[in-house]
């Protein structure tokens, strides 16, 4: 894992360990959202304290900040691969108790 990205506090390890090594296969993805969904290669930013990006094309040199929000899926984009990376619904519940 990449210990100069900055993960957001409330990203369960297995969720960050995922994201990291989609960024380094460089593989497109979709993250699924309850209200929408965004498609594109994870980055990060350049600077002290990197933050995950979501860019447009593989070639990009900017994109927006992924939403602090845990997504409830993150799947390839790639129309005959299909992978699931992530499935909000199939993680065990004890990853997401946040304490008060």
């Known amino acids: 894992m990449r210990s100069d990205i900055a ?5 369960p390890n297995s969720l960050n360990r995922i994201l990291d090594e989609i960024m380094k296969s ?9 209200d929408y969904s965004e498609s594109g290669y994870l980055s990060c930013s350049v600077g002290p304290l990197k ?3 979501l860019v447009k094309k ?3 040199f900017g994109g927006g900040s992924i939403s602090r929000r845990i997504p409830l899926q993150i799947v390839s984009s790639a129309k005959k691969e299909g992978r699931v990376y992530w499935d909000f619904a199939r993680m065990e519940p004890f990853l ?3 304490s008060q």
Do not use: G, Q
Not at 7 to 11: C, L, Q, S, V
Not at 26 to 34: C, E, F, G, M, Q
């Open 26 to 34: 460089h593989a497109r993805v979709k993250l699924v959202y309850p």
């Open 51 to 53: 933050s995950l990006i």
């Open 96 to 98: 997401f108790v946040h």
């Open 7 to 11: 993960w957001p506090a409330d990203f």
């Open 58 to 60: 593989s070639n990009s």
